[in-house]
């Protein structure tokens, strides 16, 4: 499992810095920067409400599904960076497409 650490906090799944789901899905298929990458998981949150849409509670640990074949934590889909940032690619997060993963790195 991957310490998972989010920054995107209009995120449905957003919580005090963490990600209140037991995994996420990375998607950038041919990604070559972190920029080119996604939280295929993201979901705009909506309304007031002070807890998140999925009702889940953040952990300490996730894991990650990652579709991004040329990062050097991917293995075999899965990731295996100790430590995962899910960041903001622009100031107004509204789709899951101005997120990235920041750990990215290609190899």
């Known amino acids: 499992m991957t310490h998972l650490e989010c920054k995107v906090t209009s995120c449905a799944h ?16 041919n990604a ?7 939280c295929a998981s993201y979901e705009e949150k909506r309304g007031q409400a002070p807890m998140n849409q999925a ?11 990652c579709e991004a074949g040329r990062c050097q934590y991917n293995c075999q889909g899965s990731c295996e960076a ?14 899951k497409s101005e997120t990235e ?3 990215f790195s290609c190899r």
Not at 32 to 38: F, L, R
Request: proline share 2%; with cysteine.
């Open 101 to 103: 993963c920041s750990t």
């Open 32 to 38: 070559d920067t972190s920029s080119q990458t996604c």
């Open 55 to 65: 009702g889940g509670h953040a952990g300490s640990s996730s894991s990650i599904r």
């Open 14 to 29: 957003y919580q005090a810095g963490r990600c209140a789901l037991p995994g996420i899905h990375v998607s950038g298929n």
């Open 82 to 95: 100790s430590n995962v940032c899910v960041d903001c690619c622009c100031g107004n997060v509204t789709n």
